[in-house]
């Protein structure tokens, strides 16, 4: 049995239309069609905007821009999340293999100072572990 769409009234800024939808997508048009006369009425109510048709632009143009906004937050984080967490793998690796060469050693014992001579090392902020009190 093949399902016909339904036909779904809507109205956006007191007129109505009707919409062919299928069964399951009836709400989203529904949502959808209050996210737009929502938007077409606050444009109304500004009274900047004259006429139905320039209405319908601003409101669509408003939405579109909104939705390119959450579009790119959405991909900028994670993007920028998975760099982030890559360059703290790699200071994390470094550090740790930094604390093999920490290990104290026969020929000398953790105690000792290290001679004066040589030039003290740079450590990162993530190097918590060379840090000694």
Known sequence: MIE????LSIKILDKEYRIACEF?????????????DNRMRDIRQTGRV???????????????YDLIQLQR?????EG????????????VQSALAGDA??????QQ????PPPS????????????PRERV
């Open 73 to 77: 937050a959405r991909s900028s984080p």
């Open 101 to 106: 060469d920490d290990e104290p050693t026969a």
């Open 4 to 7: 016909e769409p339904l036909q």
């Open 24 to 36: 399951h997508e009836q709400d989203d048009l529904k949502a959808s069609a209050r996210l737009l």
């Open 109 to 112: 014992p953790a105690h000792n």
């Open 80 to 91: 920028d999340l998975t760099r982030r967490l890559q360059q703290l793998q790699n200071r």
């Open 117 to 128: 001579n040589t030039e003290p090392s740079v450590t990162s902020s993530l190097d918590a």
């Open 50 to 64: 004259i006429g139905t048709d320039r209405i319908a632009v601003m409101a669509a143009l408003n939405i579109a």
